[in-house]
């Protein structure tokens, strides 16, 4: 086996889920994910789909009416003054999930011993992924500033060079909250022009934004970008319709790369599931009856957990803008590995370490906070505040 | 985008159905999937498991349960005097189909740079991955005796050298129907162990073989190899449960490996559907009343078209032990991208082209038997015959 996959390290997450294993007095928050299983009409989709004898291959890139229902969805949300053409079927690929979305685009994209630049602390797949390819990776740490992370922008904009190859960023952010600005972001489209470096940017939590937009979504690159900029957006539908489960993302890519993107796809999982894609289908016909409550709602959970860990002893933490995920600094406990299998084994606790994200990132404790009951969160901080008291 | 991606050529057989589009009077063959649906047991499996709520994350390599069922039923094929441990669960990867399966084997092994050797003609994917992760490939190919392709070992071993990474063969193979045999399998296995090679084995058409054996499989790898040589074998449900749309399948790995393939299921795909994995349960538990109906079925329809296609003036084929294609050479007919392509406009015949699979199999023609009507078949030779006549 390659020594370089080998040394991958393995989740650190599920290591400190692994240590609740036998468990179930344990309140779990360390994974990306809600406890509200898929609408149903949404999973009735699938079914009449699977009954219907829709069990057979389809194209690469996805069913064309999927194709087409989601570039009129991103037209709607990112068709501006600025960018100001129709996004089009013939720039969307329909992928096994936003995860194999960005694997696509590493393998698109990145050449063996190229020059990554990845903003950190960042989910672990950003970074493994060109790391599988063979690239070599530069990580740009956002800074700590009074519980929220801060882009130094002259520090990102030094390190994308015309050797760097691709740029790697998530915003929202997941750990930490963190969202590009539109100037940020239109600063960056146009640095990304003069070094013709590609931006992978992945947005799948541009939903879950609780500021007041015209769109109703954080502020995108496909706002500003031309349909030809050296630009891949990754989307999924697991968050914003509670639809993890299924395995179902899509990527917007510049026209000219939707051929080999379908050859890509043939070799990596040939297609996804027609009756999964009908239940896609069916989500987006009716997203108006899912994304508004699952954002209010994760917006009381949000508010709900920030203003209980707030008035906790030297905590530093931000309430976030946008994503599902407090993230927040625990004075005294510099080892959040440690801490975070702690508060399993004494505490009940399940929470994600802040080094699975960075090494910038350790002695900070990732807490998702989509619950269909929000007392389980408060729960969640008594049991944390008695934790801190004993552990004094 | 990576030069090295534009480069990849696009599907030759999807060219061919291309040429189709807007016409429904084709008899298309060109694909390796049959026109039956999945058997309804198995669709129910995943609908009760929709229905009960299962749309969240799973375990990266598999549900635990369907991981011991796969590896009941790989002990059942393949345990036998001379590997005599029974195949365990921990050496299952669950994947989102065979190719991904593939894929992620190819991640596992292959270094940039690398030399790899690959058995010619083959499916277009084998050769297509190791190029997506920079490998220096070398094919060696089969040899057309009689209508039949024949391997010659020593030039096979003789391209396995210490310096070979990895060797990728299909067999049952697509599209020639050549099978290794149990001498040549340890051939293999035993030089390879020499040069430290590993032995990526795609026999998803195991169990499409039409020979008289114990196990009703073709001749496998895992008959003769311990649990720690460096073998993955690649399987699927999609040709003996009819189940090409479900996007599953699964490797059988070293033990060392599992959990290095555990975080490359992470950043490729997360999992395989909670409800797809049901249905393969479901499949599994009753294979019994799947796999040999459809394996009786298909070696009538194989039969059919073999005794159909032989009469044929100057053509060369042989009849295959394994898989669903018939896989012929047509004399006066050396362009067999163009033959294709005419057989679809001339006569509404639809075959997929013998260079899609290998330079070698240049003015030879896939046809895929799975039929549920084996008329069609004879329509189809009719067809072939028709414009043959025409064309002289």
Redesign the interface.
């Known amino acids: ?2 020594a ?3 040394s ?1 390290p ?2 650190k997450i599920r290591e400190v889920a692994n240590a609740a294993l036998g468990r179930n007095d344990v309140l779990a928050f360390w ?1 990306g ?1 809600g406890d509200e ?2 609408p149903a009409f949404i ?1 009735e989709a ?2 009449q789909s ?2 219907s ?6 194209h690469n890139l996805g069913l064309p009416e999927l194709r087409t229902a989601i570039a009129l969805e991103m037209t709607r949300r990112h068709r501006t003054a600025v960018a100001s053409d129709p996004i089009n079927a013939d720039r969307i690929a329909v992928t ?2 936003g ?2 979305a960005l ?1 696509l685009a590493a ?7 190229a020059r990554v630049v990845a903003v950190t602390p960042v989910w672990p ?1 950003l970074t ?2 060109p790391w ?3 690239a070599q990776l530069h990580c740009v740490s956002l800074t700590p500033t009074a519980g929220a992370w801060e882009l130094d922008m002259d520090q990102l904009l030094d390190a994308i060079t015309g050797q760097t190859q691709v740029l790697i960023v998530n915003a929202p952010n997941n750990p930490t909250g963190w969202t590009l600005s539109v100037d940020e972001q239109r600063i960056l489209l146009e640095h990304c022009r003069r070094t013709g470096t ?1 931006i992978v940017a992945d947005e799948v939590y541009e939903s879950l934004y609780y500021e007041s937009t015209v769109n109703g979504c954080a502020p995108s690159f496909l706002d500003q970008a031309t349909p030809d900029d050296r630009l891949v957006v990754v989307q999924s539908f697991s968050k914003s319709f ?6 179902l993302g899509w990527l917007v890519l510049p026209t000219a ?1 939707s ?2 993107m ?3 796809i ?11 894609q009908r239940a896609g289908l069916a989500a987006l016909a009716r997203a108006d009856e899912v994304t508004p409550r699952v954002v209010a709602h994760l917006k009381l959970c949000r508010d709900t957990l920030v203003d209980a860990l707030l008035p906790i002893d030297g905590i530093e933490l931000a309430r976030p803008r946008g994503g599902m995920y407090a993230f927040f600094h625990l004075p005294g406990h510099p080892d959040s590995l440690q801490t975070a299998k702690r508060l399993v084994a004494e505490a009940g606790l399940g929470l994600a370490p802040g080094e699975a994200f960075s090494p910038q990132a350790q002695g900070w404790l990732r807490w998702c906070f989509s619950s269909q009951d929000p007392a389980r969160l408060l729960d969640g901080v008594e049991r944390l505040r008695g934790w801190l008291a004993r552990s004094l």
Chains 1, 2 share one sequence.
């Open positions: 086996m390659r370089h996959i080998q991958l393995g989740s994974f994910e299983v898929t999973t699938a079914v699977l009954r004898g829709e069990t057979f291959y389809t096994s999930g995860v194999n694997m393998q698109a994209l990145i050449d063996p011993g797949n493994a992924q599988i390819m063979g590609w509670l639809m993890t489960g299924y395995r790369m051929a080999s379908g050859n890509l043939e070799f990596n999982t040939s297609c996804a599931s027609v009756f999964t």
